[in-house]
């Protein structure tokens, strides 16, 4: 049986030397993986202590946030309230606004032209609505049923709306109609 046995022979005359270049090369790539590793731990302080500190940032932004929405909570509430307080307080004063700027010449003389002769006003109850209606209670006299009609001709053709209440004879024989009348002006 034959073994096949290799011999391994060094036949340079300095066999130190060749090995020179492998231990240079090897203490580099030592120095480089030991500045790799420096570099790594050095960026992983670095950031890990920035991230460290916008948690904290996040954190303190969180709770600032979340006491603005509190704030804006109980603002929006106080409002409501005071609101709700002075509502009665606001609707008077538009009220007496609108009864000042209402044009109660321009009313009457609507009211003045549709009224004939022969009919007359013996009460006269305005109240107003909304901001811009009035209505108005009158009680007229008239001959008859002719001369109402007329009357209410002339209301309709102007910005009145009527509505009859009641109708009696007096003794003389006059008709006496309670009406009401609904005015809208224009804005």
């Known amino acids: 049986m034959i073994e096949d046995r290799t011999l391994f022979l060094n036949l340079a005359t300095r066999p130190v030397r060749n090995r020179r270049l492998y231990f240079l090369a090897r203490a580099v790539l030592a120095g480089l993986f030991v500045g790799l590793v420096g570099f790594t731990a050095f960026t992983v302080a670095k950031y890990g202590l920035q991230t ?9 932004g969180n709770k600032r946030v979340t006491a603005s929405a509190q704030e804006k909570s109980r603002l929006l509430s106080d409002i409501g309230k005071i609101e709700s307080a002075d509502k009665i307080r606001v ?24 009224l004939p002769d022969s009919i007359y006003i013996t009460s006269l109850v305005p109240n107003v609505l909304g901001d811009r209606t009035v209505t108005l209670k009158i009680k007229a006299v008239s001959r008859g049923l002719d001369d109402l ?19 009696s004879r007096e003794v003389a024989g006059q008709l006496v109609s309670e009406i009401t009348l609904t005015y809208e002006r224009d804005i």
């Open 52 to 60: 460290g500190r916008l948690k904290a940032s996040l954190a303190e």
């Open 91 to 114: 609707e008077l004063v538009n009220r007496i606004i609108f009864q000042k700027s209402f044009s109660w010449t321009d009313f009457l003389s609507e009211l003045e032209a549709s």
């Open 149 to 167: 009609l007329v009357f209410l001709n002339n209301l309709n053709s102007r910005k009145f709306k009527y509505r009859f209440e009641k109708e």
